[in-house]
């Protein structure tokens, strides 16, 4: 089965860029979508496809994807941004997600 | 606006089941499909799988085929989820979202999500 790693912790300074990673095999080929989930709340789609924005996302929000890595972005990061983060995939019959990243804004 | 209101909490015992509701409302039901999620305690996401609004044909992620079934109702824009022969380790919250197909699948909305917990 596919399987997605992300960092279990990410630490950012206040205003700053942090990047959350996603690794899969090959995971360029894939379509990368991007979750936020604040604490006792659902999760919120951030990014999809890669690097689309909702509407209602801020433009500080950012995805990447290529070869065996797709990388969310976020600019100028605020203390709200902290939350859990988590990367998904569809692989052949299921939806995968990586285990999540706690982002911590210092 | 696009919002899914789920049924509250569930307590069942072992060997029970449960029947978990999602209300749509904002957008043409049967234009997206529903996708079941749950979530563990301190874990991670668990796609359950998703069903198509617009013909009813559920699809099952392997780990709970058998115990698990997904429904519509169209004449209410509600969504189900029922879970069989229920498990200590069943207990999570669970989730439905708005499914969207196309290059793979994505979840665009979600409800506010159900806990159910499953305890003798």
């Known amino acids: 089965s596919y399987e997605l790693t992300q960092p279990l912790s990410v630490s950012v300074a206040l205003g700053q860029t942090a990047r959350i990673t996603c690794g899969g095999y090959?995971?360029?080929?894939?379509?990368v979508h991007w979750y936020q989930q604040k604490p006792g709340q659902p999760p919120v789609l951030v990014i999809y496809r890669d690097t689309n924005r909702p509407s209602g996302i801020p433009e500080r929000f950012s995805g990447s994807n290529s070869g065996n890595t797709a990388t969310l972005t976020i600019s100028r990061t605020q203390a709200g941004d902290e939350a859990d983060y988590f990367c998904q995939v569809w692989d052949s019959i299921t939806v995968v997600f990586g285990a999540g990243t706690k982002l911590t804004v210092l | 606006q696009v919002q899914l209101v789920q049924s509250g909490a569930e307590v069942k015992k072992p060997g029970a089941s449960v029947k978990v509701s999602c209300k749509a409302s904002g957008y043409t039901f049967t234009s997206q499909g529903i996708s079941w999620l749950r979530q563990a305690p301190g874990q991670g996401l668990e796609w359950l799988g998703w069903?198509?609004?617009?013909?009813?044909?559920?699809n099952y992620a392997q780990n709970l085929q058998g115990r698990v079934t997904m429904t519509t109702a169209t004449s209410t824009s509600t969504a189900y989820m029922e879970l069989r022969s229920l498990r200590s380790d069943d207990t999570a919250v669970y989730y439905c979202?708005?499914?969207?197909?196309?290059?793979?699948?994505?979840?665009?909305?979600w409800g506010q999500g159900t806990l159910v917990t499953v305890s003798s």
């Open positions: 069903i198509s609004t617009h013909n009813g044909q559920p």
């Open positions: 979202a708005r499914t969207i197909i196309g290059g793979g699948i994505f979840l665009d909305y």
């Open positions: 090959n995971i360029g080929s894939k379509n």
